[in-house]
């Protein structure tokens, strides 16, 4: 005996719900099936003092000769390449898993407030770039002392009118 089965087109859709579900999922949680497999993200952290800006970038496996760092209108740019690795005399590989990846890779940060890019500190250690900017003497935070004027002994305040009207008064 056959099956007959009622065909409802609107089943097979997705609520709103599970679409956005979805959509963040793969964007969030997975961003690499957003088409962006082979942008290289760099993780970084900007912090401020009051004399500095400091930025710590991962970039692991990298030598200094690597990077370059530029600073031009308060925006830091830091530009890099990855490569794989060749390894003389190996076979050709067939990969199972391959999750490291490779190529160019470009970070640019705005910094608030203007920076003297003459003076910046940087080092590489243990895939950690570390830079020190210094802030610009125009925004750096000053102390502004106060002195203390003379104190008045006597503290009278002198009042100027018409003499009739605080008589008038009782004054």
Request: aromatic share 4%; charged share 30%.
């Amino acid at each position: 005996m056959a099956n007959l089965r009622r065909v409802d087109p609107f089943g097979e859709m997705l609520s709103l719900r599970d679409a956005m579900s979805q959509l963040f999922e793969e964007s969030f949680v997975n961003p690499a099936r957003m088409g962006t497999s082979n942008a290289l993200s760099m993780p970084l952290d900007v912090s401020e003092t009051q004399e500095e800006y400091v930025v710590d970038a991962v970039v692991p496996g990298l030598k200094p000769e690597d990077l370059d760092i530029t600073i031009q209108d308060n925006v830091l740019t830091i530009r890099g390449e990855t490569r794989k690795q060749q390894k003389t005399g190996d076979k050709q590989s067939n990969y199972h898993v391959m999750e490291r990846r490779y190529g160019r890779f470009s970070r640019s940060v705005s910094l608030p407030t203007a920076v003297k890019a003459d003076d910046v500190r940087a080092t590489l250690e243990h895939g950690i770039l570390h830079l020190e900017i210094p802030k610009a003497e125009e925004v750096k935070p000053r102390k502004i002392t106060v002195n203390a004027s003379r104190t008045f002994e006597n503290p009278s305040v002198e009042v100027q009118g018409n003499t009739e009207q605080s008589r008038e008064r009782g004054q």
